[in-house]
């Protein structure tokens, strides 16, 4: 079965920094998607991405954050300057429609914001 | 805005029994998908069932059942005979079916465990 693939599966990192969060969508699907959750709480909406531009950020995704598809099969997300509240699980998904489908997710990144 | 509500943290059932995990939302859309996703401890999110607003039937996977009660906008998951595999956290899910995207939005989740 197809998978979303999420690398790197742990990745700790100063405060600060910037950090790059990949992520390999199922190669005939059409939206992709970055979700986090932080420890204990529910997932949260960050971005959605069609037809090579964001199509809906959720308020969480501010100015430190950007979305790339730079080779039509990987699907990025980048921190600019990381904050101790960064420190989550990210989930990257992805869909072939508007969701009937339903999302298939990648097993998640996990970011620790030292 | 569209939100979806799960207000019981915790569930625990015995092993073979059935269980039920609630979730309303509030939404002013007519047609609308909605989804259950369970998260074992591996963290990885992964599909159980999923309904269409649109349609009447309740849907069923295999020991997984819905009761959608769209008038209520109550779409609860029913486990039967349920298994120690099932022991998870349970996410309830919303999106819609116009515009760009559709987004997911999650309940709260529900730690289900289930005793042997």
């Known amino acids: 079965e197809p998978e979303v693939t999420q690398t790197p599966s742990h990745q700790v990192t100063q405060m600060g920094q910037e950090v790059i969060l990949r992520c390999v969508p199922i190669?005939?699907?059409?939206?992709f998607y970055w979700y986090r959750q932080i420890l204990g709480q529910k997932v949260e909406f960050l971005v959605s991405f069609y037809n090579n531009e964001i199509s809906e950020k959720s308020e969480i995704f501010d100015d430190q954050f950007s979305v790339e598809r730079p080779d039509g099969s990987n699907f990025t997300l980048k921190i600019r300057s990381t904050k101790l509240e960064d420190s989550a699980m990210y989930f990257c998904a992805s869909s072939l429609d508007r969701g009937w489908y339903g999302y298939t997710f990648g097993s998640g990144t996990r970011l620790t914001v030292v | 805005a569209q939100t979806v509500t799960q207000s019981q943290p915790e569930m625990s059932v015995q092993e073979a029994e059935t269980v039920t995990l609630s979730c309303t939302y509030d939404t002013s859309e007519s047609d609308y998908y909605l989804f259950w996703y369970k998260q074992p401890p591996s963290r990885q999110m992964i599909l159980v069932i999923r309904?269409?607003?649109?349609?009447?039937q309740n849907a069923t996977e295999n020991r997984f059942s819905v009761n959608f009660q769209k008038a209520a906008k109550s779409f609860s998951l029913k486990i039967s005979d349920s298994q120690l595999g099932d022991a998870a956290m349970y996410f309830c899910a919303y999106s819609r079916t116009t515009g760009a995207n559709s987004k997911l939005t999650f309940g709260k989740g529900i730690t289900l465990s289930v005793r042997p």
């Open positions: 190669s005939n699907h059409l939206y």
């Open positions: 309904q269409e607003a649109y349609k009447q």
